[in-house]
């Protein structure tokens, strides 16, 4: 059984290395390398194509570069399709001794796949090919060393130390050529290994690599390959695969810039087409539901490639289940990687994938929250940085038409907004209080919401003033996460929204959005005049609710000050006012 040390004692020891070797050879040691969330890359999902899964197991340098020709004379490239990845079968596997190595125990790429040119090694050639195209290039590796060099003790680049004294002889995972050992990060030489292969990647002109057959047992591996890849220089995005713990997603998001959160969506059911099945795209709702806390800039949560491109029927799924994919993909801010045949592109297809509005829901960064789990009836919903709001409602059957109905309050909107179909680009018209729409099988509606003439203020909003022992907390149900707990109970601990900025003086309506198990009551005071009391009831500390009130404000900015006296208020979510 192979035992992973915890993640301080891994510090602890290379450190302590560290120290050691300065004394005994006077090497004073390197500058903390900065992890992968500082690593300048992945501040959006990302967006490209995979060998994996329309290629497969054939990768060459002639089908690598006409699937990058394609994505820009396609204009995806122009679209934000920028990264072409090299998965796996790139390297030579003669067998269960495990990938072939070079002379310092890293794998060896095919020269019948990517033949070299002069003394420009084959991958190298590919990439600069694409760099020349402005696209991007990715490459993917597994955790550990090959017994190949493990059996050859092959040396480790720049140190006098071998293989054999950095492997710990555990089986690690290659899921397509095995052979492969894991590492003891305890062993001197151990990082070094791991910096030379991402050096020799980086000289290659990698852009992105795939960490695969990762997970919490590697997070040793992961650490060393995010501290390799810093210490190249090169700005290189590091991405694990995959059925990624929950449990560990801080890890994750500390040490690279995304994770997959399931396995392969591939419906591996024909050659190489279909590419996946109804089913498939089916099992990520609830995984965008469960992971939407843990994605966000420099670190994304990862659903696996989308499958579209080139049409139905080659895809594997329905037109409408296509527009559901993508439009899952961006409300969960996922990258958006095409596994598709780029050289012979569906023009239906091609519109979707370029559907800007669309790729802009995916390119905010944000993960939407899962608000209405009825049956067929799937519903999430995300507030951009701007106020607006994006509503994705989705017909989760596959084979019968469904009704979805959603309160827009629990989306984030207490007034009314302007809508619009972000697939289609026509006007929805006004839309307030509830929202109903027939779906056909598979199908979605995705809207953006402009809320008309309000201005919503989250309760943690920076601007705030929090006196006393009013504090900012966690909260599952609200719009951002956050609320404002421990107002109220005495007069030093209360909540003042600042920066309420109206046109004109007058009566505008006052939306107070709280959590709130029993009863409890607010004052209300705006501009520092007399409080009002406003009892209120709840039934969740988790769930917001919301009351609406009328207040009177001046032109400019106002404030509203949120508190009680004499007993403990209710929590605050956030405010909205509309007038």
């Given amino acids: ?5 915890p993640r301080f004692r891994l510090v602890t020891l290379a450190a302590i290395f560290a120290a050691v070797m300065a004394l005994t050879i006077g090497v004073v040691p390197a500058a903390q390398t900065a992890h992968a969330e ?3 890359v992945g501040l959006t999902p990302l967006m490209g194509w995979s060998t994996w899964n329309y290629i497969g197991r054939d990768p060459t340098a002639a089908n690598v570069e006409a699937q990058a020709a394609a994505l820009k004379s396609s204009g995806l490239l122009a679209a934000g399709y920028n990264y072409v990845n090299i998965d796996d079968f790139y390297y030579e596997c003669p067998g269960s001794q495990g990938p072939n190595v070079d002379a310092y125990g890293r794998w060896v790429p095919d020269p019948s796949k990517f033949p070299p040119s002069g003394s420009t090694p084959g991958l190298e050639v590919v990439a600069n090919y694409v760099h020349s195209l402005g696209e991007k290039i990715g490459f993917y590796v597994t955790p550990g060393i090959s017994d190949q060099a493990v059996a050859d003790n092959t040396p480790i680049m720049g140190t006098s130390y071998t293989a054999s004294e950095i492997a710990d002889g555990a089986s690690e ?3 397509n050529c095995g052979g492969m050992q894991g590492i003891d990060y305890t062993k001197p030489g151990a990082q070094a290994f791991i910096n030379s292969w991402a050096d020799e990647l980086a000289s290659w002109g990698a852009d992105y690599v795939k960490l695969d057959g990762v997970g919490t047992g590697d997070i040793g591996d992961i650490e060393a390959w995010s501290a390799a890849l810093a210490q190249t220089g090169r700005p ?13 997603a801080s890890t994750w998001a500390e040490y690279s810039n995304g994770w997959r959160t399931g396995g392969d969506i591939q419906c591996y059911c024909g050659s190489p087409f279909p590419l996946v099945t109804w089913s498939g795209v089916q099992s990520r709702f609830a995984q965008v539901a469960n992971w939407a806390a843990d994605g966000g800039p ?10 579209l491109g080139d049409g139905p029927t080659d895809d594997g799924i329905t037109a409408p289940e ?22 012979h592109l569906d023009s239906t297809d091609v519109s979707y994938l ?3 509005a669309v790729i802009g829901v995916d390119q905010d960064s944000i993960d939407a929250k899962r608000i209405v789990n009825s049956g067929n009836d799937q519903v999430f919903a995300k507030t951009e940085s701007n106020g607006d709001i994006i509503l994705g409602l989705f017909n989760y059957s596959g084979s019968a038409s469904t009704t979805d109905t959603v309160s827009l309050s629990s989306a984030g ?6 809508a619009t179909n972000l697939w289609t680009g026509a006007s929805v018209g006004t839309v307030s209080g509830s929202y109903s729409v027939t779906l056909g099988a598979g199908a979605v509606q995705l809207l953006k919401i402009v809320p008309k003439g309000s201005t919503t203020i989250e309760a943690d909003a920076s601007a705030n003033t929090l006196a006393g022992a009013a504090a900012v907390g966690s909260c599952s149900g609200c719009a951002d996460g956050k609320k404002v707990r421990f107002i109220g109970d005495g007069a030093a601990n209360y909540i003042t929204i600042n920066d309420i900025d109206v046109a004109s003086a007058g009566s505008y309506s006052l939306t107070v959005v709280y959590c709130l198990d029993g009863s409890r009551t607010f004052d209300i005071s705006v501009n520092g005049g007399t409080g009002t009391a406003v009892a209120l009831t709840g039934a969740s500390w988790s769930v917001p609710t919301s009351h609406t009130m009328t207040v009177t404000l001046s032109a400019g900015e106002n404030t509203i000050k949120f508190y009680n006296d004499s007993a403990y208020a209710p929590d605050l979510s956030e405010i909205t006012v509309t007038g």
Avoid: C
């Fill in 236 to 248: 290189i995005h590091l991405e694990l695969s995959n059925n990624l713990a929950i449990s560990d």
């Fill in 322 to 343: 296509e527009q559901s994919m993508m439009s899952l993909w961006a409300m969960a801010a996922s990258p958006l990687v095409i596994d598709a045949d780029l050289t």
């Fill in 38 to 40: 500082d690593n300048g």
């Fill in 1 to 5: 059984m192979r035992i992973s040390w």
């Fill in 354 to 356: 370029k559907n800007s």
């Fill in 413 to 418: 909107l207490y007034g009314s907004g302007t």
């Fill in 298 to 307: 420099g670190a994304f949560n990862d659903y696996d490639s989308i499958a």
């Fill in 173 to 175: 995972h290659n899921y």
